[in-house]
């Protein structure tokens, strides 16, 4: 079992920058695949960014690329989201996710531990 804890979140203006941060509890963490997903008011929750246990690959959303980076520190079992050039669309809450496995997929239903998550609102 491992429990994700969120964090960075908060209201920032278009073009800013904030940079999540994921704490994972469990001797596990560096087995799994981590993700971030997030959702809209009135949307579903979609993908944002993967990466693999070894950090070795990683996937982004078109919506992000170029944009959003997401690393991990297995030694701190944390995975983190930096998000840089902030735009309204952003704004959704934001949710940490650990994968079955050690590679990282773009599918929900490939991750077993979900966070609370954090909300990310960007003002105009």
């Known amino acids: 079992q491992v429990q994700l804890v969120e964090s960075g979140g908060g209201l920032v203006q278009a073009g800013d920058s904030l940079r999540l941060s994921c704490a994972a509890s469990g001797r596990t963490f560096r087995n799994y695949a981590m993700g971030w997903f997030r959702q809209a008011p009135g949307k579903e929750r979609e993908f944002v960014a993967a990466?693999?246990?070894?950090?070795?690959?990683?996937g982004y959303a078109e919506s992000v690329k170029g944009r959003f980076t997401i690393s991990r520190d297995n030694a701190k079992n944390t995975v983190y989201l930096q998000m840089n050039s902030l735009k309204p669309e952003d704004t959704a809450i934001y949710y940490c996710?650990?994968?079955?496995?050690?590679?990282?997929?773009?599918?929900?239903?490939?991750?077993?531990?979900w966070g609370q998550g954090t909300q990310v609102t960007v003002s105009s």
């Open positions: 990466i693999a246990w070894n950090a070795a690959t990683t």
């Open positions: 996710a650990g994968a079955a496995g050690s590679k990282w997929s773009a599918s929900q239903s490939a991750y077993l531990f």
